[in-house]
């Protein structure tokens, strides 16, 4: 029997947690788009936008851009025809006052998954991150590696270290996930929305986890 999954859904986690690696695969097999505001922020500044120079100051300190400026983003974002069907929502919301404008502007959320990895992997996993300045991939340089060095698998554009993958500003990162957004846990635990699901182990057991999360 084929399986049915719920296709408007957030991906809560931790930076580091693996849900944009994750979306990856769910995008392929679900046929909705991934909408992460951190790489829709990135494509801002990569092209010079207003938003992208409001935002970049916040984002090399690792803090979080405010939420007017990201709800503004999000809601043009999801207007596009694309995500008529449903979304993966990838680092949004993370504030309270985000998850509130959702339901303000009767942006539908159907299921929050929560991947949870313990703080070492995770500053493990974002220090030796590599991303391709062209089309967004993620790797590792000892758990992903690229085929050849510096080239992206997938596109051959250039990977580099993000500048807020650096050690102190890792910390500030985690910091700001744990007080700003792990308090959406329990707003979407309050609302029977969360599944929680392990993001250890290997990346092929996360996945299933995360399927067996949004079955309906
Ligand atoms: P990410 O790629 O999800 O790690 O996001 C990179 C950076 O973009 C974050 O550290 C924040 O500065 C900013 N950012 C991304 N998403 C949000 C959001 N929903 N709210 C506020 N800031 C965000």
């Known amino acids: 029997m084929a399986m049915s999954y719920t296709r408007k859904l ?9 849900k944009g690696t994750q979306s990856e695969r769910l995008v392929e097999q679900l046929g909705i788009p991934q909408i992460s505001t951190g790489d829709l922020l990135r494509a801002n500044r990569k092209a010079g936008t207003k938003l992208g120079k409001k935002a970049q100051g916040y984002m ?3 803090e979080l851009v405010p939420d007017d ?6 809601k043009e974002r999801l ?11 990838d680092g949004f919301p993370r504030t309270t006052a ?42 590792h340089v000892a758990f ?19 500048a807020d993958d650096s050690p102190a500003v890792i910390e500030n990162r985690l910091d700001n996930f744990a007080a700003q957004t792990a308090p959406l846990i329990a707003f979407y635990g309050e609302r029977g929305l969360l599944q929680n699901v392990s993001g250890e182990g290997e ?10 999360a949004l079955t309906v």
Do not use: H
């Not at 957030?10 to 693996?18: E, K, Q, R, V």
């Not at 992903?144 to 993000?162: A, F, I, L, N």
């Not at 990346?203 to 067996?212: A, E, F, K, R, T």
């Open 10 to 18: 957030i991906l809560l986690g931790p930076p580091g947690a693996g």
């Open 60 to 62: 090399d300190a690792g």
């Open 69 to 74: 400026l990201i709800i503004a983003m999000v």
């Open 79 to 89: 207007a596009q025809t694309d995500a008529q069907r449903g979304y993966i929502l």
């Open 98 to 139: 985000q998850a509130e404008a959702m339901v303000e502007n009767d942006i539908v959320v159907e299921r929050v998954v929560n991947l949870e990895v313990p703080k070492e992997a995770l500053v493990e996993r974002l220090s030796g991150r590599r991303i391709c300045r062209e089309c967004g991939a993620s790797f």
């Open 144 to 162: 992903k590696p690229t085929r050849k060095e510096g080239v992206c698998d997938r596109c051959e554009g250039e990977t580099y270290q993000r």
């Open 203 to 212: 990346m092929s057991d996360v996945y299933q986890g995360i399927l067996d």
